[in-house]
């Protein structure tokens, strides 16, 4: 560091010094609490924390379940405030159940669940094989069902189908509409949380299931109606609350509505979760015909939906644990094998695993959206929502994946997805003999028996987006026999979504499962660092045709325990610009133009800079709060040699017009808590990750600035939203002379003026269809908002 810029910085602290406010004292906030100076979700402190109704005490009710929908509804009209339960068991057995009438608990906008914080044992990780959170106080149970099989046997017991908390619908209000919402601090005996994506959606599930239909459903509802409902699940009328509606009622190439998401799960531990698939067909015979009766279709967990979903943008999935089940079973079931799916072929009764961690684990803004007319816009779609933290969750699997996750400036951190490596007539759940050998038949669906060409997707992570960081994430126990799978870290295009501007670092695999890889797969690479890793197959990528690659490095992976570099992969393609194993030859300089901004609109602060150098094989950007010593590292960034700006993105028949710079030299931090003060500094590394603390000869150069993330005093609604027409502007004070700002995604200016008063309309009727923002500027500071033009 120059003596220049280090007399600058201490000019800086002495103007500053002593006005750190530490904002997480006395928060009610228990994610404040809970993460402190690393950072919470800024958006989370404008839910309504002290607005409480003590659930222990609460009277209107018969039944737990009762009680929790008339609170809700109580808090909804207030405006939100949380459902506080405190240290306790709470019984939801009394919960509706059915394709149309079923229900769990359902939140509205503004409402959450918050139970008993504990005082130990307050991590979900204690170490890589082993969950915590094992003595929460306060306990919700879910009811089980009898499980009989296809001969008319009790087998066991599984969850029922709705035992879920969720998000309300009705005929005035989308599940795009319930934002700040979540749970925190209850251990979920048999439920599963789904705050799902919402569509365009069929009248019913019926009404889309023909072959011939182009809007036909991804996946086919039973007809037949299974014990205990009235109507059959293809009679169902989808609105979004049931993890179904997008496989068997969302309407291809229909709308996919944004939201403000703002939904957090936290500090939650959920024992025997599984999604029970009743509602779809399993059994396929050639030519498509399908098999519906309850003999022929399995009743097994949903392959498709994970144990915990959660879409949208500003989401903050963190310390949760998913641990392995002792309630899994084995029962006799009718079906086709797989190569004998022909006309006349016989049926055949074999046993089958009831496997409640043969499904996914963490599933964010991925698996159920590939239907919208706009899944692969890298604009407005649903792969490149804003603001994704996943951290510090223990996810156990045996077969499928454990994390699935897309968005923008993401973080995917300290989690662990560990595993049982999946073998058909494997025992790892300790069962009885069941009789047969092997011990059971290992099926993707129950419907289709596995073979050694079958993606059983029992991989750790698989991820697609735009601008992320995955660090320090440790994972065993991938692949399957017979299977294809066992990636530790894979990246792959999503329904036409790639993987672009991401680092991965510091993460490490066990020694159970396939060797596995850490790579994009056979998708165009705009920057790329994969730094540090210890995992036992290749690193680099994967580009099976004329894939582009630029700015891209991998640098110190090595096989865990051992000095023994990772294979490399990638450098045979014919269409690379900038892919390198190597370190740089001389030290890297630093980079220039450090520019902060302190967005009160986005809650985060946006770090810009400028690469002036080409020896670097990343960036790392640290952050300082004020009064404080240390630098913490909030993200690594791909370098930039070559600065391609595309006119346009075409990827699998999906087009995103342009210009669009797929590795800009930016970061967003979402973790920066509004009323602290921070500096700030990009570094330029080499192969050593050197920092100020090392000091090595050249040092790279800092740029440290300070910024304080603030809010605006006022609030911004507009409605309808989507709109067809006219689209109100609603502020809850005076706007006088207050401007406005009408832009596309792009950030080009549509129209512009000034409003009056508290309410204005605007007439958007000529706006093609798509998602817009409307920017208000007040004395009382800025503010933006989505709305969709119909």
Known sequence: ?????????????????????????????????????????????????????????????????????????????????????????????????????????????????????????????????????????????????????????????????????????????????????????????????????????????????????????????????????????????????????????????????????????????????????????????????????????AIQSFRFVARLSCDGPNIFIANNAIPKSDKNFYFRQRFRRHSQVVAGSPWQTKVILFDYAKQAGIDVNKSLITRPANHCSYIDGPFVERNVVVK??????????????????????????????????????????????????????????????????????????????????????????????????????????????????????????????????????????????????????????????????AIENYKPGTNTPNGQSGLGTTNIGDLTFTCPSASPGAPTNLILQADTIEYCIKIKWTDASENESAFRIDRKAINTDDWVTICYRPLNKTNTILPSLTMEGCFTPGPIDLNPQEWYDYLAVPGEYYEYRVVAIDCGNNDLGTTPVPPPVVFPVSVKPTQPSFALGVYPNPTSGILTVSVNQAATNAEFLLTDMTGRTLLDGKIQGNDSRLDVKNLPQGVYLITLKTYGGVATRRFVKE
């Open 392 to 553: 510090d969750n223990y996810v156990y699997n045996h077969g499928h994946k454990g994390y699935e996750i897309a968005g923008k400036w993401m973080i995917v951190q300290g989690n662990v997805n560990d595993r049982d490596y999946l073998t058909e007539g494997d025992n790892v759940y300790n069962l009885p003999p069941s009789g047969q050998n092997p011990v059971y038949e290992l099926t993707l669906d129950c419907g289709s028996e596995a073979g050694v060409n079958s993606d059983n997707m029992a991989r750790a992570f698989d991820m697609a987006g735009w601008c992320g960081w995955i660090d320090h994430n440790f994972w065993q126990g991938t692949g399957s026999t017979p299977g294809n799978d066992g990636e530790g870290i894979l990246f792959q295009p999503q329904g036409g979504v790639g993987f672009f501007s991401f680092a991965e670092t510091f993460n490490r695999q066990g020694p159970k499962g396939k060797d596995g890889y850490l790579a994009p797969w056979d998708v165009p690479v705009y920057g790329l660092f994969h730094g540090f890793n210890r995992q036992r197959g290749n690193v680099g990528v994967f580009a099976i045709f004329n894939t582009r690659i630029e700015d891209a490095a």
């Open 1 to 297: 560091m120059s003596r220049h810029i280090l007399f600058s910085v201490i000019l800086f602290f002495i103007g500053i010094v002593g006005i750190s406010a530490q904002p997480w004292v006395d928060s009610p906030n228990p994610m404040a609490q809970f993460y402190k100076e690393k950072g919470w979700p800024a958006w989370s402190d404008a839910i309504k924390w002290t607005n409480r109704i003590n659930m222990a005490t609460y009277a209107n009710g018969t039944n737990d379940f009762l009680k929790f929908e008339n609170a809700r509804d109580e808090l909804a009209i207030q405006g939100g405030g949380v459902l506080y339960y405190p240290a306790g068991t709470y019984d939801f057995a009394d919960h509706p159940t059915g394709p149309n009438t079923g229900r769990g608990l359902m939140l509205k906008k503004g409402v959450v669940i918050l139970g008993e914080a504990p005082t130990t044992n307050k991590l979900a990780i204690i170490d890589s094989v082993t969950p915590g959170l094992s003595s929460l106080g306060t306990q919700f149970l879910f009811p089980f069902r009898t499980h009989v099989d296809s001969l008319g046997n009790i087998m066991g017991e599984r969850p029922d189908v709705w035992n879920m908390v969720g998000l309300h619908a009705s005929a005035t209000e989308r599940i795009s509409q319930q934002i700040n919402v979540g749970i925190a601090w209850v251990n979920l005996v048999g439920a599963y949380v789904y705050f799902g994506p919402d569509m365009q959606w069929s009248d019913s599930y019926r009404s889309i299931s023909t072959l011939n239909d182009p809007n036909r459903a991804y996946r086919f509802a039973r007809k037949s109606i299974f014990p205990g409902n009235s109507i059959a699940w293809s009679d169902r009328v989808p609105d979004g609350t049931f993890p179904g509606d997008p496989m068997c009622g969302a309407i291809k190439n229909g709308t996919y509505y944004n939201s403000e998401g703002k939904r957090f799960v936290f500090g939650c531990r959920m024992d025997h979760s599984v999604v029970t698939d009743e509602f779809m067909e399993n059994m396929q015979n050639s030519g498509e015909t399908r098999i519906d009766s309850l003999a022929a279709n």
